[in-house]
């Protein structure tokens, strides 16, 4: 029986949303930012800084992120969960993964909010 790791009552659903919708939007930032880069051929710093300094691009990002840390947290939880069988061992996985989600997202806004 799969358990989320999100929600107990889905049994899984919620994890593969998420992973799907996460995905979906990640692959449209990146088409955008894909867009952006060929449209800038020489990209300079003041580009660069302009596109980031964008408020809708700031919250775009953060969008980003926040998906890009669920997608990977329901990532590792399934690997951790599948392959680690030791309830300490993969505990100490788990809370490291969090930690290190935690401070990349906290990273992330001051460097983002810092432009």
Known sequence: MVKSV??????????WFIQRVSAIVMAIYSIGMLAFFVMHPNLTFDDWHNLFACVAVKIA?????????FHAWVGMWTVFTDYVKCYVA???LHTIVILALMAFFFAA???LWGI
């Open 61 to 69: 990002t953060i969008i980003i992120l926040i998906s890009l840390l």
């Open 109 to 111: 806004l001051l460097v």
């Open 6 to 15: 999100l929600s107990v009552k889905h049994q899984g659903l919620t994890d």
């Open 90 to 92: 993969r505990f100490t």
